[in-house]
């Protein structure tokens, strides 16, 4: 037929047309991806202000480090004398990941969790300040001791909260420990941490006392609060324990937690606040403690392991209480430090001391309200 195309000459079908294309557009893909900048969206950018809060001039730091929490931190970036501003790049932010910023300055270091959940770039400032190692302004607004029995043991934490009050503001920090408190005699395996502004417990090296009268923890204790907990385990297979020791600071309030309730307490001079609502501690209080003066109490009996003070849904670690965002760090004698926490935090509130005290005295006194409006 004139006309008719040779079968070599026809165009190709849209199949086969399709089979020669592809190899091409996956070069061309390939080759595509290559030329993007992978990390452009996952990366992220610091920018840094310092500030002297002491002189209220900016400030200067000797180091600054950037830790990758979610890799056990890990350094991902570091400068060295800072004044004024600095800026860290080519974060890798992948996932999501959690960072610390810590800058040192005078031997202190000031911590603050970065998280890029805004964006990939981060605007901060850090505020430093002078360091003394003068004590003077140094207040413990409340301490919380809890003691729980398991089996044969007593496992103790204690947590004091502490307040700088000092004008102009300073650290205090001293090499030898600015934050003294007692432990029984031979103990070695205990640990300490702090927490401030940042939440964030970091662990803390402590040393004996050179008159023997106690420890010191190497705490630098920044303007504001400062909460320092201390955990350990004593003997219990005797169902007998003595706590004996002597306040160092001045405590207008002493409050010790005791789980399970059934344990049997004395000492001369507590007030027994009765048993919380739900039953699982007893709470006893001591007023206006006053600095070198010792304290007792004698604890024995009791079942042999107290209940789980808060929900399994919220004590594993992970911070996954809806009242708190809580950062576990590694803590070779507890692993959860931060339960105490947020028990002892709860029971800093008022509302729960008036539920503490026995029904039969909130009668008491509310029969002498009435009498008094007659």
């Not at 974060?91 to 959940?117: C, K, T």
């Not at 003691?147 to 004008?167: A, G, M, P, W, Y």
């Not at 662990?203 to 303007?223: F, H, I, R, V």
């Not at 007030?271 to 699982?280: A, I, M, W, Y």
Request: aromatic content about 8%; overall charge negative.
């Amino acid at each position: 037929m004139t006309g008719q195309l040779e079968p070599s000459q026809l165009p190709l079908c849209r199949d086969d047309e399709s089979r020669k294309l592809r190899p091409s557009i996956l070069t061309f893909v390939a080759a595509f991806l290559l030329l993007i900048p992978a990390a452009d969206a996952q990366t992220g950018v610091v920018r840094a202000t310092i500030v002297n809060g002491t002189t209220g001039e900016p400030g200067s730091v000797e180091t600054v480090t950037l830790y990758d929490l979610a890799s056990g931190m890990e350094p991902v970036a570091f400068v060295e004398e800072v004044s004024g501003s600095f800026t860290l790049e080519n974060i890798d932010i992948a996932g999501g990941r959690p960072f610390l910023l810590q800058a040192s300055s005078g031997g202190v270091s000031y911590n603050e969790q970065i998280h890029f959940a805004g964006g990939p770039e981060i605007e901060t400032t850090i505020t430093v300040y002078d360091v003394t190692t003068e004590s003077e302004d140094i207040e413990i607004r409340t301490a919380r001791y809890l003691i729980r029995r398991e089996h044969d043991q007593l496992r103790i934490d204690k947590l004091f909260v502490v307040e700088n009050t000092s004008e102009p503001k300073r650290t205090v920090y001293h090499p030898e420990g600015a934050f003294r408190f007692a432990l029984p005699p031979g103990s070695e395996e205990y640990s300490v941490s702090a927490s401030s502004a940042s939440g964030m417990p970091v662990p803390q090296t402590a040393s004996p006392l050179a008159d023997g009268s106690g420890y010191a923890a190497e705490t630098a204790l920044k303007p504001g609060i400062t909460d320092i907990a201390i955990s350990y385990v004593e003997d219990y297979s005797t169902t007998s324990y003595h706590l004996q020791e002597q306040a160092f600071y001045q405590l207008p309030e002493l409050m010790v937690l005791v789980a399970p309730a059934d344990v049997e307490v004395a000492g001369e001079g507590w007030e027994s606040l009765g048993p919380e609502p739900q039953g699982r501690f007893s709470v006893f209080r001591l007023s206006n403690v006053e600095p070198g003066n010792a304290f007792e109490l004698e604890l024995s009996g009791g079942s042999e392991h107290a209940q789980e003070l808060v929900s399994s849904s919220s004590s594993d670690g992970s911070g996954g209480s809806s009242q708190m965002n809580v950062t576990t760090l590694p803590d070779p004698l507890r692993p959860q430090l931060w339960i105490l926490v947020l028990l002892m935090g709860a029971a800093l509130a008022y509302g729960l001391l008036a539920s503490l005290i026995p029904t039969d005295q909130k009668q008491s006194d509310k029969v002498s309200r009435e009498r008094g409006k007659h």
